[in-house]
């Protein structure tokens, strides 16, 4: 018996085992691995119309035809909401704890199901099983933190009146109603679960509209929620292509969570600033590690390749650019070169491979484009810079550059692939002006053993989160703390507290006791406006706020 709701034979298939020298492995067919009738299962909880099209959805590794997907048109997202806001009455009334109890459910369901989800993932995205299984993670600490935290983020909190004793405040949160969740296709099991926890256990109802690319992982997820207690109609999901289906999400939506580009987050803001309603977005980035002259060199070089090459770079905090003081610059970029032309690449189920595909042809045809942009305009391919066919259509190898320059397209364009460029600084000012001359402001990291010297950097980097000697896990997986961007990054955060209460309409509630706020039985008002600033500045001298 599986946990799953699916029998065994309907789940994604187990894993190949890697061949016995550790080689990665090549993934030839996806059919035994994704049954028919698994995925036939998944799709009819998509909200669509009787005549609905269908798109074909690809494996990144293969090529080959994961789902013919059927599309929603705008007047199924008109009735997703319906049903979701027919549903949310019900759940917001439910205690906070019975809702957390859900999340405590659904954490330990992916988990029993792990190998199956991690297999769906793979396909869908095309990325190594270890960066498939860090999705895994980052969604288990989400619903862990919120099922635990929920409970005290929500709770009725008594404030300072403005007459101590006399005047009686409280804060009181309630759900938005239905929350719009708009998510990309690089992370379809982290960034949903850290959006959709929040959301949820707040008590709100929510209409998702996954990538195409990636609808399955976040269907196969729903499925899982139901079976931990969520009602059916609590979790929507439609599909369709961003500028079709999202702004009907958008239209209809109590508040929008989008994450995805920059030049989308913006028309989404707008959007919802024509209603209105408020909206978080989290966006591009153009990320920098930074490598002090105490750095501890072995520690920094695996930093890099984790940081640059984690989901073949398709990653928002992933690292596009790294400074290296002159004194550790040379033995730094050749440890770095020589480790990354041992990464192996490949498509198998397993954990045979350290890189894994790109995802789609554009993003391949993106990635090829600023390289030879930047090969032709001088820049140095230290490793890779190829394109893979013998692995896979969409594979390309990790790539290191040097001497690249502002006349380049990869010097302050975001990439979203396998490439990074590495240059030299002579101190630390110059270093952090240059990790700053960038429109974004997502993630950073800074090595080095002095924690004084990290924080004062930190500080004066302009980015939402700072990692000090890791690359992206410490800020990315510590759920209980807030992360998001600046600039062009984005707005708002997702995870902490700010994660769950940006679903929430706070209400404050002030009952007077005893004495009016206004003159009292005929006292004339210069008395009583002399009373008051003699009440109030008493209440400055006690340091009362």
Same mark, same amino acid.
């Given at each position: 018996m599986t946990t799953s709701g699916v029998t065994p034979q309907t789940a994604p298939g187990p894993a190949p085992g890697a061949g016995a020298n550790g080689a990665a492995t090549r993934l030839e067919t996806i059919r035994p691995h994704l049954p028919r009738e698994f995925v036939a299962r998944l799709v009819e909880d $998509?909200?669509? %119309?009787?005549?609905? %099209?269908?798109?074909? !959805?690809?494996? @990144? $590794?293969? %090529? /080959?035809? !994961? $789902? /013919?997907?059927?599309?929603?048109? @705008? %007047?199924d997202v008109r009735l997703a909401f319906q049903k979701a806001r027919a549903a949310q009455p019900a759940w917001a009334a439910r205690p906070v704890g019975e809702r957390a109890a859900v999340l405590r459910r659904l954490h330990d369901l992916l988990f029993d199901n792990e190998p199956h989800l991690l297999n769906l993932v793979q396909i869908e995205t095309g990325k190594a099983r270890l960066h498939a299984y860090e999705e895994l993670a980052g969604a288990a600490a989400a619903l862990r933190h919120y099922a635990a935290a929920a409970p005290g983020y929500l709770k009725t909190r008594r404030r300072a009146g403005i007459l101590p004793g006399l005047t009686k405040v409280s804060e009181v949160r309630h759900p938005k109603g239905v929350v719009g969740l708009i998510t990309p296709w690089n992370y379809p099991l982290a960034l949903v679960v850290m959006d959709i926890a929040p959301a949820l256990v707040a008590g709100n109802a929510v209409v998702h509209k996954p990538d195409n690319a990636t609808t399955l992982t976040a269907l196969y997820l729903r499925q899982f929620a139901v079976r931990a207690g969520l009602p059916q109609d609590a979790w929507q999901i439609v599909t369709g292509e961003g500028p079709v289906t999202g702004p009907a999400v958008v239209d209809h939506a109590d508040y929008v969570a989008f994450t995805g580009s920059t030049r989308t987050g913006r028309q989404v803001a707008q959007q919802a600033a024509g209603r209105l309603i408020g909206c978080s977005l989290e966006l591009g980035g153009k990320n920098s590690m930074i490598v002090f002259d105490d750095a501890d060199l072995e520690k920094a070089v695996q930093g890099a390749l984790r940081g640059c090459f984690s989901s073949a770079g398709q990653l928002c905090v992933s690292f596009e650019r790294i400074y290296v003081h002159y004194s550790l610059h040379d033995q730094f970029l050749e440890r770095f070169v020589t480790e990354t032309k041992a990464l192996r690449l490949g498509g198998g189920l397993d954990y045979g491979a350290d890189v894994g595909s790109l995802a789609s042809t554009r993003q391949l045809e993106s990635v090829t484009l600023h390289v030879e942009d930047a090969r032709a305009k001088g820049a140095k391919v230290l490793a890779g810079g190829r394109r893979r066919p013998d692995v896979g259509s969409l594979f390309y190898e990790p790539t290191i550059l040097s001497g690249v320059t502002a006349a380049m397209n990869v010097y302050a364009q975001e990439t979203f692939g396998p490439v990074v460029s590495v240059f030299g600084f002579k101190n630390e000012a110059e270093v952090l002006e240059a990790a700053n001359d960038t429109v974004y402001g997502l993630n950073a990291a800074v090595w080095t053993r002095d924690a004084k010297r990290a924080r004062e950097a930190a500080l004066r980097l302009h980015s939402g989160m700072v990692n000090v000697n890791e690359a992206y896990g410490a800020a990315f997986g510590s759920v209980a703390a807030a992360i998001g961007g600046m600039g062009d990054s984005g707005l708002g955060r997702r995870n902490g507290a700010e994660g769950i209460h940006r679903y929430t309409e706070l209400q404050t509630i002030a009952r007077q006791t005893v004495l009016p706020l206004a003159p009292w039985f005929g006292e004339s008002p210069e008395r009583y406006t002399k009373q008051l600033t003699f009440s109030l500045r008493l209440l400055k001298r006690l340091g009362l706020k």
């Open positions: $998509v909200v669509v %119309g009787s005549n609905a %099209g269908t798109t074909p !959805i690809h494996a @990144p $590794v293969t %090529g /080959e035809v !994961i $789902v /013919e997907l059927p599309q929603s048109a @705008p %007047g």
